[in-house]
């Protein structure tokens, strides 16, 4: 179970509160207004942004103190953060290993999942060699090797279209279903969301609703949702 605590936070003139609990294995879609700090809820939980007050708990461990290494997190953001003058299989291979001195296992790792999210043979290529939905692979593999039990995505395919999108997130259901990892996932489009989670909150009005089951929400939408979706 991944709890927040009467979490809450200023940053500038912008003040959010959240206090929810998600099961372990759940998906968790973020659903709310630009601005309404779905982003900044997810630097909460990998620790970028420190709460000014409140707790976060992971299986009963209090997260709120640790570094965002010391986490059980990974998180995979908008624009897959890769460094260009490294090749693909050395991206991946900071997700074990910031110095990127690799063991034969660790090396045989990054293989294993390049090939997985389908990029077998292309870890010597440098990313800007890459499509964009090949990149996004090759960022979701950097993920997997971290084998985190909670992942964090940040509106990654945002920039892909729809059916590479598509492609994406039926990518991710299917490592989810391997790892059992609880994800917490940004999104702007509700059929993101009915895809691959099992719960939403909105975010907005400076809170976060508590999660809750996807088609029972859409089925009946609270007014800042309704606010949201338009019409
Ligand atoms: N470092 C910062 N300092 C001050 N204010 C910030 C900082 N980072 C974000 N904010 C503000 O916090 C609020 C929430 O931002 P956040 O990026 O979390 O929104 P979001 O819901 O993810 O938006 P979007 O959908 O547009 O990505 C915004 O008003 C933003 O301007």
Known sequence: MLRLENLSLTQGVFTMTADMALPAGARLALIGPSGAGKSTLLNLIAGF????????????????????????????????????????????????????????????????ALDQVGLAGMGTRKPGTLSGGQQSRAALARVLVQKKPIVLLDEPFAALGPALKGEMLDLVAEVLDQ????????????????????????????????????????????QALRDYLGG
């Open 49 to 112: 942004t420190p709460p000014d007050q409140g707790r976060i708990t992971w299986q009963g461990d209090d997260l709120t103190d640790a570094a965002p290494g010391a986490r059980p997190v990974s998180i995979l953001f908008q624009d897959n953060n890769h460094f260009p003058h490294l090749t693909v299989a050395q991206n991946v291979g900071l997700g074990l290993r910031p110095a990127l001195k690799l063991t034969a296992a660790e090396a045989a790792e990054v293989d294993r």
């Open 179 to 222: 790892t059992g990892a609880t994800l917490i996932m940004v999104s702007h489009q509700p059929e993101d969301a009915r895809a691959i989670a099992s719960h939403v909150s909105v975010v907005a009005d400076r809170t976060i609703t508590p999660p809750q089951e996807t088609e029972a929400l859409f089925t009946n939408p609270p």
